[in-house]
């Protein structure tokens, strides 16, 4: 890695290498946190949540618009609050978001559900607490909501995910916009779902919507489904229905290795004669470019071994924690907190789960770092701890915000014996023969 793509994802993060206090977030040295929380802790960094946010609001000029964020990316309640407080809407995908949105304080006119799975409690739920959008992906879900919302006397405005059929590059378990993909409503069933609409007493269409994958560096895609849905937006029209919003998703992508990331007006700009020729409000859905680059995860060394030629550092952190170099082959730069002198060396960075493919990297160049070392991994904010697991029986990390001078644990660790509080070792203790 050139010193130049390390500087960038540094400045990413909001993150400077000092020379005597080592790594420093805003004005908080990473080492007070090691030191007070131990590790494995996540770090997130309000203050480039709020500016990615800006820089996103500022790409839609005058153009009316809603950034709905996607909770999955990173759901701990601080990071919502925050981005509540910034005049995000939430988009979300299971009744426990809707819960965790509704807690950090998102009203529910300013929530989007989505997701291809809806059960009907979820259904009810989105009902009775009014979410703004439900966003259906596919005939059988539009019926249930229909018959649902009827039975329960709730108005509700719906948005058809529409599958528009085009690829985008990015890694194949992310990418969503591809016909026969379990995504969204085909675009020739529309016709079919305007009809449901047309019987359905309580529902209204408000929104056409696509999200065509995620960790995407071109416009092109964006473009190319935009083309589709404004043609849907007609058909619509036609048949009479009057949809208000166009709901482009989510997926911008960002740095994490070498990748030249699209800004936000690099992303918006091209879209916006179209959009503008709509008429309608633009919804986005980003979860990664907003609090990806802000979050790191702070991991010591435990033990270092020499093995097969290969140098490996064994980390305090595994797949649990961080499971996207393990599941997507992911590259998450990784610097150490506090630099010693010393050649780089290429190390295997690897958790401690019984697992082959538990790591963090594989033949990375880095500094020395002696067991009780903490490094710290970057682009953690969006899809880490939301996808980390209690594999291994582990407790998963805390989380830790920080703003300007001040940082505040925002979930502690998890505590070992709540791991299995709820289990029960001898259920058949009263029935059993003597
Ligand atoms: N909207 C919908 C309907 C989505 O399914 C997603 C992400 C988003 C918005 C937000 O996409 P974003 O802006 O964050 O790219 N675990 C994977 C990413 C999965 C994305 C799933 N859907 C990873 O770690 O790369």
């Given amino acids: 890695m050139g010193s130049g793509v390390l500087s960038a994802l540094l400045a990413d993060a909001g993150l400077r290498d000092d020379p005597s206090l080592g790594l ?3 004005e908080v040295p990473l080492r007070d946190i090691v030191d007070r929380t131990g590790t494995p802790t996540y ?19 005058d153009l009316p618009h809603r950034i709905c964020y ?12 925050l981005l509540s407080k910034m005049g995000a809407g939430a988009d979300i995908v299971s009744g426990g978001e809707l819960l965790r949105a509704l807690a950090a304080g998102f009203s529910p006119d300013r929530i989007v559900f989505s997701g291809v799975g809806k059960t009907d409690e979820e259904l009810i739920a989105a009902l009775t607490v009014g979410v703004g959008h439900v966003n259906v992906e596919s005939l059988a879900e539009l019926r249930r909501l229909a018959m649902l919302a009827e039975l329960q006397g709730a108005r509700v405005t719906v948005g058809i995910r529409v599958n528009p059929d085009v690829t985008a590059d990015t890694h194949p378990y992310i990418s969503t916009g591809k016909g026969g993909l ?9 016709d079919e779902a305007l009809a449901i609409l047309d019987e359905a007493s309580h529902l209204t269409l408000g929104s056409l919507a696509m999200h065509i994958g995620s960790q995407i560096t071109d416009p ?9 849905l404004c043609e849907l937006l007609a058909v619509a029209r036609a048949a009479g229905h009057a949809p208000t919003t166009l709901d482009i998703g989510g997926g911008l992508g960002i740095r994490y290795r070498d990748e030249t990331p699209l800004t936000p007006a690099a992303w918006i700009t091209p879209l916006i004669p179209m959009l503008r020729e709509s008429g309608c409000t633009v919804q986005v859905e980003p979860g990664r470019y907003l609090v990806g680059s802000a979050g790191v995860l702070l991991t010591r060394v435990v033990h270092r071994k020499h093995s097969g030629g290969r140098e490996i550092a064994i980390v305090d952190a595994g797949m649990n924690d961080l499971l996207r170099p393990s599941l997507y082959q992911a590259w998450h730069e990784i610097v150490p907190v506090q630099r010693t002198p010393g050649e780089e060396q290429a190390t295997d960075i690897v958790g401690p789960v019984c697992e082959t493919g538990d790591f963090l990297a594989l033949e990375r160049p880095l500094a ?15 899809y880490a701890f939301a996808m980390s697991s209690n594999y291994n029986t582990r ?27 709820d289990e029960i070792a001898d259920p058949f203790a009263q029935t059993e023969a003597p």
């Fill in 70 to 81: 996607a909770v999955k990316a990173n759901g701990n309640l601080a990071v919502l609050r």
């Fill in 395 to 421: 407790a998963r990390p805390a989380e830790v915000l920080v703003d300007g001078d001040r940082w505040a644990v925002v979930r502690p660790r998890e505590r070992l014996t709540d791991l299995f509080r």
């Fill in 220 to 228: 092109t895609p964006w473009v190319k489904g935009l083309e589709r």
């Fill in 182 to 190: 379990k995504f969204g409503v085909p675009t020739d069933q529309l």
């Fill in 43 to 61: 770090v997130y960094h309000a203050a480039i949540i709020r500016e990615r946010f800006t820089a996103l609001d500022a790409a839609f000029g």
């Fill in 368 to 382: 020395p770092v002696a067991a009780g070392g903490a490094v710290a991994v970057l682009g953690a904010g969006a």
């Fill in 24 to 26: 420093v977030m805003g």
